[in-house]
């Protein structure tokens, strides 16, 4: 009996540890589903909050560029406005600018032709006068200007009268058509030579100056021609010319052709200014050939005949016959009704062609004149520039020894190793040379 008993107590189930061991099991796992709902809850409310700030950023962002796209808008509003009130100012300044007419005019000093000269231009093996040689270096100045004009201090009688120099001028004709193509549109040609072979003479010289196509005042085959003011239209700018000589060289005028010759006297002289006027040009210009040979200032008479030309309407004044330059001026001029106007003077040009010995004669200068008309119609002289030159003869060679030079030209030439006919004499010569030009003439005006 005792051993059965034992027996049943050997197998019987151990409930208590089983119990444990479930309840212990059913905590891990309710611990592993708490930390598992605990992970994927942190997880999600992880991505909630990124994608509520990546909302919010975008939201931000959207609202950023709003606001930048609203300040570049406004931005580049402002440009264009800007940009158009600039592009506005611009276009007004050019659409002024476009309305003011701007001209250069260029002029020379006397044009005279010495017998070396015309006997230096001739062609044996044809017969023929060709002047054109002596204006190669310098032709630019006077091609280049809107307006070109010189004092033609001598005549064309023509070849039956002899061709002749000092003192008594008779040049060969062909000269004038060597102007024509030189660039000269005007040539004044009231001068103490005008008459060297009488009334003849004047009127051949008009005659040819006519063939060769060059406008000309100053002496004139009828009373008529003579109150007919020489107008010329220059890019929409009316000029007139008018040109003055003290005297004929003692050549008596014909009294039935006293028209012949514009000498200068105040009446005479405000009669032509006043039929200019009557014309409503923009610019009166006026050729004085007056002073005193070989005199570099101007005497009394010339600066009382300048203010008197002045006063009565002139606003361009260019001297010659002393054969050398004397200073040129700009001035202020006021008008009777109290405004006032630019003008300008030179005293004397010098010479332009000539073969003279004496100090100065032989170096003088192109002037350049820079005028504007405004939209108004108000005339102002900008800019006085000039070209210094110098009538240069090459003794080495046996024609067409003489041509006019530039002298700043000619002088950096020579200081690059060109020495073409110059030798360190004639250098120093031209440098002077230059030196008394600038000096003379005073500086140019800018």
Not at 137 to 158: H, L, P
Request: hydrophobic letters at 30%; proline letters at 2%; charged letters at 20%.
């Amino acid at each position: 009996m005792i051993i059965l008993s034992n027996r049943r107590r050997r197998f019987q189930p151990n409930y208590n540890l089983d119990t444990l061991t479930i309840v212990k099991r059913v905590l891990q796992i309710l611990i592993l589903i708490f930390l598992l709902i605990f992970i994927f809850s942190s997880i999600k409310m992880k991505k909630n909050l990124s994608k509520q700030n990546i909302l919010a950023d975008n939201i931000n962002n959207s609202e950023t560029n709003e606001n930048t796209q609203i300040a570049t808008n406004n931005e580049n509003n402002l440009n264009l406005e800007s940009n158009s009130d600039s592009k506005d100012n611009q276009s007004q300044e050019q659409k002024n600018e476009s309305k003011n007419t701007t001209i250069n005019m260029a002029f020379t000093g006397d044009i005279m032709c010495h017998n070396t000269i015309y006997k230096d231009a001739y062609n044996s093996d044809n017969e023929t006068y060709n002047f054109s040689y002596l204006f190669d270096e310098i032709k630019y100045n006077i091609q280049t200007a809107d307006v070109s004009v010189g004092n033609i201090e001598t005549t064309f009688s023509g070849s039956s009268k002899g061709y002749k120099g000092y003192p008594k001028f008779n040049t060969p004709e062909n000269l004038a058509l060597n102007l024509k193509k030189l660039g000269f549109d005007v040539l004044t040609t009231a001068n103490n030579h005008c008459l060297d072979y009488g009334y003849s003479g004047l009127e051949s010289t008009i005659n040819f100056i006519d063939e060769a196509d060059i406008a000309h005042t100053g002496t004139f085959k009828t009373e008529d021609e003579q109150n007919k003011i020489l107008i010329q239209n220059v890019k929409g700018i009316n000029i007139a010319f008018l040109s003055f000589t003290y005297g004929t060289n003692g050549n008596t005028i014909p009294s039935d052709k006293s028209y012949c010759v514009n000498i200068i006297d105040k009446n005479l002289i405000q009669k032509q200014i006043t039929l200019a006027k009557n014309q409503n040009p923009d610019l009166i210009c006026v050729s004085m050939h007056w002073g005193t040979e070989y005199q570099t200032s101007p005497n009394n008479e010339q600066t009382d005949l300048a203010n008197f030309l002045f006063e009565n309407g002139a606003d361009i004044i260019i001297g010659n016959h002393p054969h050398v330059l004397q200073p040129m001026e700009k001035r202020e001029i006021t008008l009777p009704d109290g405004t006032t106007k630019d003008g300008f003077i030179v005293y004397s040009l010098g010479n332009f062609l000539a073969d003279q010995s004496k100090k100065y004669s032989r170096s003088s200068a192109i002037l350049n004149l820079n005028i504007t008309k405004n939209e108004a119609g108000k005339i102002s002289i900008n800019t006085v520039k000039y070209t210094p030159i110098y009538m240069f003869k090459d003794s080495s060679k046996s024609t067409n020894k003489f041509k006019i030079i530039n002298l700043k030209n000619t002088i950096a030439a020579y200081e690059a190793g060109y020495t073409e006919g110059i030798n360190q004499a004639t250098y120093s010569t031209l440098k002077n040379e230059l030196s008394n030009v600038q000096t003379l003439l005073g500086d140019e005006i800018k």
